[in-house]
Protein backbone atom coordinates (compact mmCIF):
# COMPACT_ATOMS: atom_id res chain seq x y z
CA UNK A 1 0.00 0.00 0.00
CA UNK A 2 1.67 3.50 -0.87
CA UNK A 3 1.94 5.44 2.37
CA UNK A 4 -0.85 8.15 1.13
CA UNK A 5 -3.77 5.39 1.22
CA UNK A 6 -3.03 4.68 4.76
CA UNK A 7 -6.72 5.00 6.66
CA UNK A 8 -5.06 6.39 9.49
CA UNK A 9 -4.19 9.35 7.83
CA UNK A 10 -5.21 12.74 8.67
CA UNK A 11 -5.31 16.11 7.88
CA UNK A 12 -5.11 19.17 9.34
CA UNK A 13 -7.76 20.54 7.42
CA UNK A 14 -11.28 19.40 9.38
CA UNK A 15 -12.62 16.52 6.96
CA UNK A 16 -16.22 14.96 8.26
CA UNK A 17 -16.48 10.95 7.95
CA UNK A 18 -18.97 11.08 5.30
CA UNK A 19 -16.73 13.88 2.99
CA UNK A 20 -15.46 12.81 -0.40
CA UNK A 21 -12.19 14.60 -0.18
CA UNK A 22 -10.58 12.92 2.65
CA UNK A 23 -6.33 13.37 2.60
CA UNK A 24 -6.56 9.65 0.97
CA UNK A 25 -8.49 10.99 -1.70
CA UNK A 26 -6.06 14.01 -3.35
CA UNK A 27 -8.36 14.82 -6.60
CA UNK A 28 -7.36 17.07 -8.98
CA UNK A 29 -9.33 19.84 -10.66
CA UNK A 30 -9.47 23.00 -12.52
CA UNK A 31 -10.89 26.22 -11.26
CA UNK A 32 -11.21 29.85 -11.11
CA UNK A 33 -12.43 32.21 -8.53
CA UNK A 34 -15.83 33.04 -9.01
CA UNK A 35 -16.43 36.62 -11.50
CA UNK A 36 -12.85 35.92 -12.47
CA UNK A 37 -11.19 34.16 -15.76
CA UNK A 38 -8.07 32.75 -14.46
CA UNK A 39 -7.72 29.58 -14.32
CA UNK A 40 -5.75 27.94 -11.44
CA UNK A 41 -5.30 24.05 -10.85
CA UNK A 42 -6.28 22.78 -7.41
CA UNK A 43 -6.47 19.62 -4.80
CA UNK A 44 -9.83 18.66 -2.98
CA UNK A 45 -9.51 18.58 0.53
CA UNK A 46 -12.54 18.54 2.53
CA UNK A 47 -14.66 21.58 1.67
CA UNK A 48 -11.86 23.14 0.46
CA UNK A 49 -9.58 23.19 -2.68
CA UNK A 50 -5.48 23.28 -2.52
CA UNK A 51 -4.15 26.14 -5.36
CA UNK A 52 -1.20 24.06 -6.17
CA UNK A 53 -0.10 27.25 -8.19
CA UNK A 54 -0.03 29.12 -4.75
CA UNK A 55 1.92 26.42 -3.44
CA UNK A 56 4.36 25.66 -5.87
CA UNK A 57 4.83 29.84 -5.47
CA UNK A 58 5.72 29.49 -2.06
CA UNK A 59 8.40 26.50 -2.86
CA UNK A 60 6.92 23.94 -1.14
CA UNK A 61 6.48 21.41 -4.30
CA UNK A 62 10.26 21.47 -5.11
CA UNK A 63 10.81 17.92 -5.12
CA UNK A 64 8.85 17.46 -7.65
CA UNK A 65 10.14 17.45 -11.08
CA UNK A 66 8.67 19.98 -13.33
CA UNK A 67 6.31 21.45 -10.91
CA UNK A 68 6.71 25.40 -11.85
CA UNK A 69 5.41 24.66 -15.10
CA UNK A 70 2.70 21.63 -14.35
CA UNK A 71 0.69 23.52 -11.63
CA UNK A 72 0.73 26.98 -13.28
CA UNK A 73 -0.55 25.65 -16.56
CA UNK A 74 -4.57 26.32 -17.61
CA UNK A 75 -5.63 22.85 -17.46
CA UNK A 76 -4.13 19.26 -15.84
CA UNK A 77 -3.02 18.26 -19.40
CA UNK A 78 0.61 18.66 -18.74
CA UNK A 79 0.73 17.02 -15.08
CA UNK A 80 -1.53 14.10 -16.81
CA UNK A 81 1.11 13.75 -19.71
CA UNK A 82 4.39 13.49 -16.84
CA UNK A 83 3.70 10.44 -16.16
CA UNK A 84 3.33 7.83 -12.91
CA UNK A 85 6.38 8.50 -11.64
CA UNK A 86 5.41 12.52 -11.25
CA UNK A 87 2.04 11.87 -10.67
CA UNK A 88 3.07 9.37 -7.74
CA UNK A 89 5.65 12.15 -6.26
CA UNK A 90 3.12 15.32 -6.89
CA UNK A 91 0.78 12.91 -4.58
CA UNK A 92 3.02 12.32 -1.72
CA UNK A 93 4.00 15.70 -1.28
CA UNK A 94 0.59 17.11 -1.56
CA UNK A 95 -0.19 14.30 1.01
CA UNK A 96 2.57 15.33 3.86
CA UNK A 97 2.15 18.81 3.09
CA UNK A 98 -1.71 18.59 3.84
CA UNK A 99 -1.23 16.14 7.52
CA UNK A 100 -2.27 17.04 10.52
CA UNK A 101 1.51 16.27 12.12
CA UNK A 102 3.15 18.80 9.44
CA UNK A 103 3.93 22.04 10.39
CA UNK A 104 4.81 23.72 6.63
CA UNK A 105 1.29 24.83 5.93
CA UNK A 106 -0.84 24.28 9.25
CA UNK A 107 1.27 26.79 11.35
CA UNK A 108 1.68 30.06 8.72
CA UNK A 109 -1.75 31.29 8.36
CA UNK A 110 -1.11 33.56 5.83
CA UNK A 111 -0.26 31.15 3.64
CA UNK A 112 -2.62 28.62 4.97
CA UNK A 113 -5.34 31.66 4.01
CA UNK A 114 -3.73 32.03 0.16
CA UNK A 115 -3.44 28.73 -0.76
CA UNK A 116 -6.71 26.79 0.93
CA UNK A 117 -10.08 28.18 -1.09
CA UNK A 118 -13.26 27.39 -0.02
CA UNK A 119 -15.27 25.47 -2.30
CA UNK A 120 -17.72 27.90 -1.77
CA UNK A 121 -16.17 30.63 -3.50
CA UNK A 122 -14.97 28.69 -6.81
CA UNK A 123 -16.21 27.33 -9.76
CA UNK A 124 -14.83 24.04 -11.41
CA UNK A 125 -14.25 23.84 -14.92
CA UNK A 126 -13.37 21.14 -17.29
CA UNK A 127 -9.99 19.40 -15.99
CA UNK A 128 -8.76 18.80 -19.32
CA UNK A 129 -9.43 19.25 -22.99
CA UNK A 130 -10.59 16.33 -24.30
CA UNK A 131 -9.83 15.08 -27.03
CA UNK A 132 -10.89 12.12 -27.99
CA UNK A 133 -13.96 10.10 -26.39
CA UNK A 134 -15.21 6.38 -26.55
CA UNK A 135 -17.70 5.18 -24.76
CA UNK A 136 -17.45 1.13 -24.21
CA UNK A 137 -20.36 -1.18 -23.51
CA UNK A 138 -18.44 -3.26 -20.62
CA UNK A 139 -21.69 -3.75 -17.97
CA UNK A 140 -23.04 -7.33 -19.12
CA UNK A 141 -26.26 -6.79 -17.07
CA UNK A 142 -27.25 -3.53 -19.09
CA UNK A 143 -26.26 -5.19 -22.34
CA UNK A 144 -28.16 -8.46 -21.66
CA UNK A 145 -31.27 -6.19 -20.28
CA UNK A 146 -30.97 -3.60 -23.48
CA UNK A 147 -30.73 -7.03 -25.82
CA UNK A 148 -34.06 -8.81 -24.12
CA UNK A 149 -35.86 -5.96 -25.09
CA UNK A 150 -35.02 -5.65 -28.80
CA UNK A 151 -33.99 -8.75 -29.86
CA UNK A 152 -35.45 -11.25 -26.88
CA UNK A 153 -33.55 -13.12 -23.91
CA UNK A 154 -31.95 -15.53 -26.44
CA UNK A 155 -30.63 -12.90 -28.55
CA UNK A 156 -29.81 -10.73 -25.54
CA UNK A 157 -26.38 -10.48 -26.41
CA UNK A 158 -24.30 -10.68 -29.44
CA UNK A 159 -21.66 -12.54 -30.61
CA UNK A 160 -18.31 -10.80 -30.28
CA UNK A 161 -20.00 -9.32 -26.52
CA UNK A 162 -18.39 -11.87 -24.34
CA UNK A 163 -15.14 -11.46 -26.65
CA UNK A 164 -13.54 -7.78 -26.70
CA UNK A 165 -15.08 -4.25 -24.97
CA UNK A 166 -17.58 -3.15 -27.10
CA UNK A 167 -17.50 0.77 -27.77
CA UNK A 168 -18.79 3.93 -30.20
CA UNK A 169 -16.45 7.22 -30.75
CA UNK A 170 -18.60 9.88 -29.17
CA UNK A 171 -17.74 13.56 -29.85
CA UNK A 172 -15.35 15.31 -27.35
CA UNK A 173 -16.93 18.51 -27.98
CA UNK A 174 -20.50 18.00 -26.58
CA UNK A 175 -18.16 16.84 -22.92
CA UNK A 176 -19.36 19.39 -20.62
CA UNK A 177 -18.68 20.06 -16.95
CA UNK A 178 -20.97 18.97 -14.13
CA UNK A 179 -23.40 21.70 -13.60
CA UNK A 180 -23.45 22.81 -17.54
CA UNK A 181 -27.66 22.57 -18.28
CA UNK A 182 -28.32 21.37 -22.18
CA UNK A 183 -31.24 21.24 -24.27
CA UNK A 184 -33.19 18.47 -25.18
CA UNK A 185 -32.05 17.49 -28.49
CA UNK A 186 -34.08 16.78 -31.53
CA UNK A 187 -34.19 14.75 -34.28
CA UNK A 188 -35.53 11.67 -36.49
CA UNK A 189 -37.55 8.96 -34.67
CA UNK A 190 -39.93 6.05 -35.54
CA UNK A 191 -41.30 4.50 -32.46
CA UNK A 192 -44.64 4.24 -34.20
CA UNK A 193 -42.88 1.94 -36.90
CA UNK A 194 -44.82 3.92 -39.61
CA UNK A 195 -43.29 4.05 -43.25
CA UNK A 196 -41.52 7.38 -42.54
CA UNK A 197 -39.93 8.66 -39.54
CA UNK A 198 -40.79 11.99 -37.75
CA UNK A 199 -38.87 15.34 -36.41
CA UNK A 200 -38.85 16.45 -33.50
CA UNK A 201 -37.53 17.12 -29.92
CA UNK A 202 -36.63 14.06 -28.26
CA UNK A 203 -39.11 12.10 -26.29
CA UNK A 204 -37.00 9.32 -24.87
CA UNK A 205 -34.36 11.38 -22.90
CA UNK A 206 -32.37 9.22 -20.47
CA UNK A 207 -28.99 9.18 -18.24
CA UNK A 208 -26.54 6.78 -18.38
CA UNK A 209 -24.42 5.91 -15.31
CA UNK A 210 -21.33 5.61 -16.11
CA UNK A 211 -17.32 6.34 -14.91
CA UNK A 212 -14.46 7.83 -17.06
CA UNK A 213 -11.18 7.19 -17.83
CA UNK A 214 -8.77 10.04 -18.84
CA UNK A 215 -5.48 9.01 -20.27
CA UNK A 216 -2.24 10.13 -19.53
CA UNK A 217 0.96 9.68 -21.35
CA UNK A 218 -0.58 8.36 -25.05
CA UNK A 219 1.05 5.65 -27.21
CA UNK A 220 2.70 6.36 -30.69
CA UNK A 221 0.25 5.48 -33.68
CA UNK A 222 1.21 1.61 -34.83
CA UNK A 223 2.22 0.74 -31.22
CA UNK A 224 -0.33 -1.16 -29.25
CA UNK A 225 -0.25 -0.83 -25.21
CA UNK A 226 -0.43 -4.59 -24.04
CA UNK A 227 -2.95 -4.98 -21.02
CA UNK A 228 -0.58 -5.56 -18.52
CA UNK A 229 1.09 -1.81 -18.93
CA UNK A 230 -2.45 -0.08 -19.65
CA UNK A 231 -2.88 1.36 -15.78
CA UNK A 232 0.35 3.34 -16.60
CA UNK A 233 -1.19 5.17 -18.93
CA UNK A 234 -4.78 5.86 -17.28
CA UNK A 235 -4.35 9.00 -14.75
CA UNK A 236 -7.65 9.60 -12.93
CA UNK A 237 -11.32 8.26 -12.96
CA UNK A 238 -14.37 10.65 -13.18
CA UNK A 239 -18.02 10.05 -13.00
CA UNK A 240 -19.41 10.01 -16.44
CA UNK A 241 -23.41 10.90 -17.60
CA UNK A 242 -23.50 10.16 -21.59
CA UNK A 243 -27.08 11.61 -21.72
CA UNK A 244 -29.29 9.80 -24.39
CA UNK A 245 -31.91 10.49 -27.14
CA UNK A 246 -33.38 6.80 -26.71
CA UNK A 247 -35.79 6.74 -29.70
CA UNK A 248 -33.42 9.30 -32.28
CA UNK A 249 -30.45 6.41 -31.21
CA UNK A 250 -32.95 3.41 -32.15
CA UNK A 251 -33.78 4.44 -35.45
CA UNK A 252 -30.45 5.67 -36.66
CA UNK A 253 -28.04 2.85 -34.87
CA UNK A 254 -28.27 0.52 -37.68
CA UNK A 255 -25.67 -0.11 -39.10
CA UNK A 256 -22.85 2.10 -37.95
CA UNK A 257 -24.22 2.25 -34.27
CA UNK A 258 -24.89 5.85 -31.82
CA UNK A 259 -24.82 9.35 -33.97
CA UNK A 260 -26.85 11.83 -32.84
CA UNK A 261 -28.94 10.27 -30.31
CA UNK A 262 -25.68 10.24 -28.05
CA UNK A 263 -23.34 13.33 -29.01
CA UNK A 264 -25.45 16.01 -27.98
CA UNK A 265 -23.93 15.85 -24.49
CA UNK A 266 -22.05 14.03 -22.03
CA UNK A 267 -21.27 15.75 -18.60
CA UNK A 268 -18.10 14.58 -16.16
CA UNK A 269 -17.47 15.35 -12.88
CA UNK A 270 -14.86 18.17 -12.45
CA UNK A 271 -13.03 16.55 -9.79
CA UNK A 272 -10.29 13.33 -11.39
CA UNK A 273 -9.47 10.90 -8.71
CA UNK A 274 -6.17 9.66 -9.11
CA UNK A 275 -5.93 5.73 -10.13
CA UNK A 276 -3.28 5.68 -6.75
CA UNK A 277 -6.19 6.48 -4.57
CA UNK A 278 -8.41 3.69 -6.05
CA UNK A 279 -5.52 1.01 -5.36
CA UNK A 280 -7.16 0.03 -1.78
CA UNK A 281 -10.69 -0.48 -3.64
CA UNK A 282 -9.36 -2.74 -6.24
CA UNK A 283 -10.96 -6.00 -6.19
CA UNK A 284 -11.21 -9.26 -8.63
CA UNK A 285 -14.04 -8.68 -11.71
CA UNK A 286 -16.38 -11.09 -12.67
CA UNK A 287 -15.08 -14.30 -14.07
CA UNK A 288 -14.81 -14.10 -17.87
CA UNK A 289 -16.23 -17.68 -19.72
CA UNK A 290 -15.19 -17.77 -22.48
CA UNK A 291 -11.70 -16.50 -21.17
CA UNK A 292 -10.60 -13.92 -23.64
CA UNK A 293 -7.96 -13.90 -26.35
CA UNK A 294 -4.38 -13.36 -25.01
CA UNK A 295 -4.08 -9.80 -26.08
CA UNK A 296 -6.90 -9.04 -22.94
CA UNK A 297 -6.18 -11.29 -20.54
CA UNK A 298 -5.57 -9.04 -17.67
CA UNK A 299 -2.82 -10.55 -15.10
CA UNK A 300 -4.40 -8.61 -11.89
CA UNK A 301 -7.19 -7.70 -10.33
CA UNK A 302 -8.88 -4.44 -11.49
CA UNK A 303 -12.67 -4.54 -10.70
CA UNK A 304 -13.14 -1.32 -8.78
CA UNK A 305 -15.77 -1.36 -5.59
CA UNK A 306 -16.97 1.94 -6.22
CA UNK A 307 -20.66 2.50 -4.99
CA UNK A 308 -22.70 4.44 -7.70
CA UNK A 309 -26.01 6.31 -7.52
CA UNK A 310 -28.54 8.62 -9.52
CA UNK A 311 -30.76 10.88 -8.35
CA UNK A 312 -33.79 12.73 -10.27
CA UNK A 313 -35.22 15.89 -9.30
CA UNK A 314 -38.35 16.27 -11.15
CA UNK A 315 -39.62 19.69 -12.61
CA UNK A 316 -41.00 21.42 -9.84
CA UNK A 317 -40.03 19.45 -6.75
CA UNK A 318 -37.78 20.97 -4.30
CA UNK A 319 -35.83 17.12 -3.52
CA UNK A 320 -33.94 14.63 -5.11
CA UNK A 321 -34.97 11.19 -5.10
CA UNK A 322 -32.81 8.46 -5.57
CA UNK A 323 -33.60 5.87 -8.20
CA UNK A 324 -30.53 4.00 -8.59
CA UNK A 325 -28.19 2.19 -6.69
CA UNK A 326 -25.52 0.09 -8.12
CA UNK A 327 -21.41 -0.81 -8.00
CA UNK A 328 -18.82 -0.64 -10.62
CA UNK A 329 -17.42 -3.78 -9.43
CA UNK A 330 -20.39 -5.40 -11.73
CA UNK A 331 -18.34 -4.08 -14.92
CA UNK A 332 -17.65 -7.37 -16.88
CA UNK A 333 -14.49 -5.23 -19.44
CA UNK A 334 -12.17 -3.18 -16.71
CA UNK A 335 -10.00 -0.37 -17.90
CA UNK A 336 -6.86 -2.53 -18.36
CA UNK A 337 -8.60 -4.21 -21.27
CA UNK A 338 -10.38 -1.66 -22.36
CA UNK A 339 -7.03 0.32 -23.32
CA UNK A 340 -5.51 -3.08 -25.05
CA UNK A 341 -8.28 -3.18 -27.29
CA UNK A 342 -8.42 0.28 -28.04
CA UNK A 343 -4.83 0.47 -29.36
CA UNK A 344 -4.18 -3.51 -30.25
CA UNK A 345 -5.16 -2.18 -34.50
CA UNK A 346 -2.19 0.73 -33.75
CA UNK A 347 -4.69 3.50 -32.57
CA UNK A 348 -2.60 6.18 -30.80
CA UNK A 349 -4.45 7.33 -27.69
CA UNK A 350 -3.26 10.96 -26.39
CA UNK A 351 -3.08 12.84 -23.08
CA UNK A 352 -6.71 14.09 -22.16
CA UNK A 353 -8.68 11.13 -24.18
CA UNK A 354 -11.77 9.96 -22.26
CA UNK A 355 -12.59 6.15 -22.05
CA UNK A 356 -16.41 5.75 -20.37
CA UNK A 357 -17.45 2.50 -19.13
CA UNK A 358 -20.67 2.35 -20.57
CA UNK A 359 -23.78 2.08 -18.45
CA UNK A 360 -23.29 0.54 -15.43
CA UNK A 361 -25.88 -1.97 -14.32
CA UNK A 362 -26.25 -4.78 -11.53
CA UNK A 363 -28.40 -7.70 -11.86
CA UNK A 364 -31.59 -6.65 -9.60
CA UNK A 365 -33.79 -3.41 -10.98
CA UNK A 366 -32.92 -0.79 -8.40
CA UNK A 367 -29.82 -1.59 -9.54
CA UNK A 368 -30.25 -0.46 -13.09
CA UNK A 369 -28.21 2.41 -14.47
CA UNK A 370 -30.51 4.27 -17.12
CA UNK A 371 -34.24 4.68 -17.27
CA UNK A 372 -34.30 2.54 -20.45
CA UNK A 373 -33.70 -0.34 -17.83
CA UNK A 374 -35.23 1.39 -14.84
CA UNK A 375 -38.80 1.63 -16.88
CA UNK A 376 -37.98 -1.02 -19.13
CA UNK A 377 -38.45 1.30 -22.29
CA UNK A 378 -41.22 3.27 -21.13
CA UNK A 379 -43.53 0.19 -20.19
CA UNK A 380 -42.88 -0.06 -16.45
CA UNK A 381 -43.19 3.72 -15.07
CA UNK A 382 -41.10 4.98 -12.21
CA UNK A 383 -43.35 5.86 -9.49
CA UNK A 384 -41.76 9.50 -7.81
CA UNK A 385 -42.57 10.97 -4.49
CA UNK A 386 -45.93 13.70 -4.97
CA UNK A 387 -47.46 11.43 -7.03
CA UNK A 388 -45.24 11.70 -10.01
CA UNK A 389 -44.20 9.39 -12.84
CA UNK A 390 -41.33 9.06 -15.27
CA UNK A 391 -40.76 6.65 -18.53
CA UNK A 392 -38.00 9.50 -19.34
CA UNK A 393 -36.88 13.00 -18.64
CA UNK A 394 -38.82 15.89 -18.99
CA UNK A 395 -38.02 19.36 -19.37
CA UNK A 396 -36.95 21.00 -16.46
CA UNK A 397 -35.74 17.96 -14.19
CA UNK A 398 -32.10 17.15 -12.83
CA UNK A 399 -30.68 14.48 -13.00
CA UNK A 400 -27.47 14.00 -10.21
CA UNK A 401 -24.78 10.89 -10.16
CA UNK A 402 -22.68 10.28 -7.49
CA UNK A 403 -20.17 7.96 -6.28
CA UNK A 404 -17.18 6.77 -3.30
CA UNK A 405 -15.26 4.11 -2.20
CA UNK A 406 -15.62 3.46 1.36
CA UNK A 407 -12.71 2.84 3.31
CA UNK A 408 -12.03 2.06 7.51
CA UNK A 409 -13.83 5.40 8.53
CA UNK A 410 -13.72 7.75 5.61
CA UNK A 411 -14.61 7.81 1.74
CA UNK A 412 -12.40 8.35 -1.46
CA UNK A 413 -15.38 10.18 -3.17
CA UNK A 414 -15.93 11.58 -6.83
CA UNK A 415 -18.37 14.52 -5.85
CA UNK A 416 -21.18 14.43 -8.22
CA UNK A 417 -22.12 15.10 -11.61
CA UNK A 418 -25.42 16.67 -12.23
CA UNK A 419 -27.16 18.31 -15.40
CA UNK A 420 -30.69 19.74 -15.73
CA UNK A 421 -33.05 19.10 -18.92
CA UNK A 422 -33.70 22.60 -21.00
CA UNK A 423 -36.25 22.60 -23.57
CA UNK A 424 -35.27 22.07 -26.49
CA UNK A 425 -35.29 24.59 -30.07
CA UNK A 426 -36.37 23.78 -33.12
CA UNK A 427 -34.90 26.39 -36.03
CA UNK A 428 -38.05 26.46 -38.94
CA UNK A 429 -36.60 24.82 -41.82
Not at 38 to 58: K, P, R
Not at 129 to 143: K, L, N, P, Q, V
Not at 178 to 200: E, H, K, L
Not at 372 to 401: A, F, H, I, V
Request: glycine fraction near 10%; proline fraction near 9%.
Amino acid sequence: MHPSNDPALRSFVPVGPDSHFPIQNLPYGVFRWKGETDQHIGVAIGDYVLDLGCVVEAGLLDDVTGADELFTANDLGPFMAAGKSVWTAARSAISRLLRDNEPTLRDHPTLRQRALVPMTEIEMLLPVTIGDYTDFYSSREHASNVGTMFRGPDKALMPNWLHLPVAYHGRASSVVVSGTDFRRPCGQSNRSGSARPSFGPSQALDFELELGFLIGPGNPLGEPIPVAEAADHVFGCVLVNDWSARDIQQWEYVPLGPFLGKNFCTSISPWVVPMLALEPFRVPGPPQDPEPLPYLRCPDDWGLDIELGAWLRPNGANDSERICRTNAKHLYWNVCQQVAHHTVNGCNLRTGDLLATGTISGSDPGSYGCLLELTWNGTKPLSLGGGQTRTYLEDGDRLTLSGWCQGQGYRVGFGIVTGRVLPAVQKPG
